[in-house]
C-alpha cells in the first residue's frame, strides 16, 4: 500500500495495515532463543534473561530446550572445532525462521583463541549469522541491543520483492554440511557457501 | 616469617630430596633415581624416576607412613625436542709457559625425548609438593610410560590430556583416549614441532609469525 494513502487514511481515523506488518510484528516480539551456551558469554545470556535485564520485555523470554521449537540460536562462547559439528546439527534442526546472533569475541573471530589449534575462527564459517556481538564477554545490554538489531531487521524483511525473508525462497539451504573430523581440522575448514576469506584491501 | 622461609625450602616435614631419595633406593635398591636441579628462582627440584621401578617407587610415596604423598594434584609433559646443548667449562691450559684458565664452550647433542611431571602432595601429613618426572627414550616411536593412574587416581585425565596433546602413551592406563581433540585427530598439539592448520583469515595487526602467515595469503602488492 502506497505510503502517502496510508498516511492520508490515518488521518481519517482510519488504520490500513499490512499482511506484511502484521507478520513482522508478530515474528519479531515472539523470538524464542535455543536455550544453550558453550562458554562464559552464556553467563552473560543467562544474566540478560533474568530480572535485572529482562529480556521478556522484548519477546524473548522462552529459552527453548529443544531446537525444534527456537527460532533463534545465540551462540554464546568460544565454538572449539569438537564442538562444532553439534552447533551446525542444532542449527539444522530449528525451523525456519531462523536467526542466529554470534555472542562475544570467540564467537564471532575465535577471540584470543584465535592463534590456536583447536578454536573455530568465527561461527559465521559455518553457518549464517545475523548479529555479531564483539566483547569479551558483551554485557547483557549489549546482547539487548543485538536483539533490537535483529528486531529490526525482522521488521525489514518483505514476503516478495528484494529484500525478501530468506525462508520464503525455497532455493536458499535452511540446512548446511556438518564438517567431518579430519586428521590435522575439519574438513572442510569452512563452508564455502556461507563464508569466504576476506578480500585483501590495500594498505592505507 | 623466616622460620617459615626455611620449612618451605625443604620439601617436607620430614625429609628433603636427597633423603626421600635415600629411602626409595633403600626400599627397592635396583631403582635408577636422579635428582634433577632447577635453576629457576622457584628452585624447586624434581626426582628422575626410571620408567621399570616407577610405579613401586609411587606405591611406595603414597603408602609411607613418614611421606603419605596421598594426592597427586597435577600431571603434565614436557616436550624436549633434539637440541644442541651447550655447557661452559673452565680449564688450565698452560701457553707460553704460563698456566691461563681458559673457557671452553661444549656442544653437545641432546636427543629428543618426552617427559610426564607428577606433583605430589600430602593431604595426612600436609607437606609437598615431591616432584616426580618420567622420560621416554625417544619423541618417536619408544614413547611409552608406565601410568601412575592405579597409585593416584586422579591422574587418570591429566595422563589422557598428555597423551592426546603430547603422545606420550601410559601403559596400564585404565581408559586411554584422547580427551581434548577428537578421535581421528593425528597431530600432538603440545609438542614444539607441532604445526596448526593454517586457516588464517584476516587480522588487523600482523606481526612476527602472523605477519609471516599472513604474507603469504594476499598478493605480493599488498605484502608490503
Known amino acids: 500500500m502506497d505510503e502517502g494513502l496510508k498516511n492520508e487514511l490515518s488521518k481519517q481515523g482510519v488504520f490500513t495495515v499490512t499482511m506484511q506488518d502484521v507478520y513482522n510484528w508478530g515474528r519479531k516480539n515472539s523470538v524464542w532463543p535455543l536455550n544453550f551456551g558453550l562458554a562464559c558469554c552464556a553467563i552473560e545470556m543467562i544474566a540478560a534473561s533474568m530480572a535485572r535485564y529482562d529480556l521478556a520485555r522484548f519477546g524473548a523470554e522462552v529459552f527453548r530446550p529443544s531446537p525444534r521449537q527456537a527460532d533463534l540460536m545465540i551462540v554464546a562462547g568460544t565454538v572449539t572445532k569438537k564442538m562444532l559439528p553439534q552447533v551446525v546439527r542444532l542449527y539444522n534442526q530449528m525451523p525456519e525462521p531462523k536467526y542466529v546472533i554470534a555472542m562475544g569475541a570467540c564467537a564471532i573471530s575465535g577471540g584470543p583463541f584465535k592463534q590456536g589449534y583447536n578454536v573455530l575462527k568465527g561461527v559465521d564459517r559455518f553457518i549464517p549469522v545475523d548479529v555479531h556481538i564483539p566483547g569479551c564477554p558483551p554485557r547483557p545490554e549489549a546482547l539487548i541491543h543485538a536483539f533490537l538489531t535483529l528486531q529490526e531487521k525482522i521488521d525489514r524483511q518483505t514476503v516478495s520483492g528484494p529484500n525478501q525473508a530468506r525462508n520464503f525462497n525455497a532455493d536458499l539451504p535452511s540446512e548446511f554440511p556438518i564438517p567431518q573430523f579430519g586428521e590435522h581440522d575439519l574438513v572442510p575448514p569452512y563452508n564455502p557457501s556461507v563464508w569466504q576469506p576476506p578480500a585483501p584491501t590495500k594498505a592505507a | ?224
Open chain 2, 1 to 224: 616469617m623466616a622460620a617459615a622461609r626455611a620449612d618451605q625450602s625443604r620439601l617436607t616435614n620430614v625429609d628433603t630430596l636427597e633423603q626421600i631419595k635415600d629411602r626409595i633406593t633403600h626400599v627397592l635398591p635396583g631403582a635408577r633415581l636422579e635428582i634433577v636441579a632447577n635453576e629457576s628462582p622457584s628452585a624447586q627440584r624434581s626426582l628422575l624416576v626410571d620408567n621399570e621401578h616407577a610405579v613401586a617407587i609411587a606405591t611406595f610415596l603414597r603408602d609411607d607412613a613418614e611421606l603419605q604423598l596421598d594426592y597427586c594434584s597435577n600431571a603434565t609433559g614436557v616436550d624436549w625436542p633434539e637440541a644442541v646443548v651447550k655447557t661452559k667449562i673452565k680449564k688450565m691450559v698452560v701457553t707460553d709457559g704460563v698456566e691461563k684458565e681458559v673457557e671452553e664452550t661444549l656442544e653437545t647433542l641432546r636427543s629428543g625425548y618426552l617427559e610426564s611431571v607428577y606433583h605430589l602432595y600430602s593431604m595426612a601429613k600436609k607437606h609437598g609438593p615431591v616432584i616426580l618426572r618420567l622420560r621416554t627414550e625417544n619423541r618417536v616411536d619408544k614413547n611409552h610410560l608406565p601410568s601412575l593412574t592405579p597409585v593416584w587416581r586422579s591422574c587418570e585425565y591429566q595422563e589422557r590430556e598428555i597423551f592426546d596433546l603430547f603422545g606420550i602413551v601410559f601403559d596400564g592406563h585404565p581408559d586411554l583416549r584422547r580427551i581434548l581433540m577428537w578421535d581421528g585427530f593425528a597431530d600432538f598439539p603440545m609438542r614444539k614441532d607441532y604445526v596448526d592448520p593454517d586457516d588464517f583469515e584476516y587480522e588487523p595487526t600482523p606481526h612476527d609469525d602472523v605477519l609471516e602467515r599472513a604474507k603469504s595469503h594476499y598478493p605480493p602488492e599488498v605484502k608490503a
